[in-house]
């Protein structure tokens, strides 16, 4: 793959940072897992709501997750991640952004469509990233050294 080579997208690389993808179709998730492995990330995915039980013994940097997976439903799947790992941030894939309940959309750190482009998913990620580790960063008081 060319794009993590092309200096217009080194800033969408990740750094072995750990995603976790569920989503109900496996070609989906595989090729989903192969663009953002290509971009420097660590990936694991899941193609059903037991993915969530992932969450128990894998700590992870950002959970992409699929509003539409089999036997559940989004705000249930928003609702577990966040009670297994409260701090990971949650980007939910969804069909039409309007039809988000408010209850989900206030947990989850990015909405994007499933038919938005790799790009634009990758721009999501590395802004939840930075904006994660910006975050976390040590506050420095006015005497100490920067």
């Given at each position: 793959m060319a794009f993590p080579n092309d200096d217009g997208l080194a800033h969408l690389?990740?750094?072995?940072?750990?995603?976790l993808c569920?989503?109900?179709?496996e070609e989906i998730l595989a090729i989903r897992k192969l663009v953002l492995e290509a971009f420097g990330y660590k990936v694991l995915t899941t193609d059903g709501i037991d993915?969530?039980?992932?969450?128990?013994?894998?700590?992870?940097?950002?959970?992409?997750?699929?509003?539409?997976?089999?036997g559940t439903n989004g705000e249930l799947i928003v609702i577990n991640a966040k009670i297994i790992q409260p701090l990971t941030p949650i980007l939910m894939l969804v069909d039409e952004?309007?039809?988000?309940p408010e209850s989900v959309a206030k947990l989850v750190h990015a909405i994007v469509t499933r038919e938005s482009s790799s790009i634009h998913l990758l721009e999501e990620i590395?802004?939840?990233?930075?904006?994660?580790?910006?975050?976390?960063?040590?506050?420095?008081t006015a005497?100490?050294?920067?």
């Open positions: 690389r990740g750094h072995q940072q750990v995603l569920i989503c109900n179709c993915g969530i039980n992932t969450l128990v013994n894998q700590p992870v940097d950002l959970a992409i997750l699929d509003y539409r997976v089999p952004p309007a039809t988000v590395a802004r939840i990233m930075q904006a994660e580790s910006e975050s976390s960063r040590p506050v420095r005497g100490q050294a920067a």
